[in-house]
Each structure stands twice: as C-alpha cells, then as structure tokens.
Nanobody
C-alpha cells in the first residue's frame, strides 16, 4: 500500500499561483504513475493532471491545460502541481492519486490510492 499526503493548498486571489505537493510513502514502486484530481462543492471528482514515473508522459484536463504543470522528484517520492493564472472555478479540494499507469489515472477507474486532499480557494 502507498500512503499519499498533500500540502500547499490555501487561499489565493484570481490570477495568482499556488504549488501543491504530494509526498508518497510505502510501496511506491507498485504505483509509479501519479496524478491529481479535484472536487468542487456539489460536483463530482474530476481528473486534473497525471505524470508517468519517468516524467516523459503527462496528461492534463482541458480546463487546466496551459495553466497548470505537473512534475515530480523521484528522489523525494514527491509530485507537484504548479497552478498559475488561477480562476474562481479552480476552487476545490485537490486530491493526489497513484496508480500503475497514466491512462488508468486519466480514466479515473479503479484507483485505490488517494491522499486526504488539500483545499484550494480562489477568490475574485
């Protein structure tokens, strides 16, 4: 089992930036791909971004493409989400996820390793 812990959330004005971090511990070798989802109040959890172990493969939702960047530091077992040009509609709880492959994360099916989430609030 892999344990995931997010950090870096907070309150920011529209147009601002935040960087989320997700530290992984435990059997990280079993879930080399990592990613981010978010859930806004009253809405379903949605895919945001994913990255392969080698960082060669990344994938973004259309709503964040060009504004968010996912990256990772394997030496630290940590994945990051740099969020720029934030909008009020980015307000949500952001969850880190780990799985075997990027396509599985993008599909959002059968994902078992989740963090507790970190709140991001973007004010107007």
């Amino acid at each position: 089992q892999v344990q995931l812990r997010e950090s870096g959330g907070g309150l920011v004005q529209a147009g601002g930036s935040l960087r989320l971090s997700c530290a992984a511990a435990g059997r990280t070798f079993s879930t080399p791909a990592m990613g981010w989802f978010r859930q806004a109040p009253g809405k379903e959890r949605e895919f945001v971004a994913a990255i392969s172990y080698s960082s060669v493969t990344t994938n973004y939702s259309d709503s964040v493409k060009g504004r968010f960047t996912i990256s990772r530091d394997n030496a630290k077992n940590t994945v990051y989400l740099q969020m720029n040009s934030l909008k009020p509609e980015d307000t949500a709880v952001y969850y880190c996820v780990a799985d075997t492959r990027v396509p599985r994360i993008v599909a959002g099916i059968g994902l078992n390793s989740w963090g507790q989430g970190t709140q991001v609030t973007v004010s107007t």
